[in-house]
């Protein structure tokens, strides 16, 4: 069993920077992947970024490929990301989630292969 609590949302004027943080506890002992998913309203959820814990792979999505940076503090189990560039249609509830059976080597972000989800945390970035 695993637990995720994002923080660190907020509102930010487009070229801003905002910085999430997961905190994630269980299966501490074990490898995994952390991922971010984002939904905007009446979008469906898409993957942002992930990370293989412990110093592997990253992964990014295409649409935040250099203004996000995935990022994690293994002796705080916390996986961060930055983003900076914000751009309006980056507004969305974004959510960290993880993925414990995960390969080393991050190609893709299925979200039906993410078992562990946080609440959530709103970001918004005004034109």
């Known amino acids: 069993q695993m637990e995720l609590v994002e923080s660190g949302g907020g509102s930010v004027q487009a070229g801003g920077s905002l910085r999430l943080s997961c905190a994630h506890s269980?299966?501490?002992?074990?490898?995994?992947?952390i991922g971010w998913f984002r939904q905007a309203p009446g979008k469906e959820r898409e993957g942002v970024a992930a990370l293989y814990t412990g110093g592997g792979s990253t992964y990014y999505a295409d649409y935040v490929k250099g203004r996000f940076t995935i990022s994690e503090d293994n002796a705080k189990n916390t996986v961060y990301l930055q983003m900076n560039i914000l751009k309006p249609e980056d507004s969305a509830m974004y959510y960290c989630a993880a993925d414990p059976f995960c390969t080393p080597v991050i190609t893709t972000m299925t979200m039906g292969l993410y078992n562990y989800w946080g609440q959530g945390s709103q970001v918004t970035v005004s034109s």
């Open positions: 269980g299966r501490d002992s074990e490898r995994k992947c």
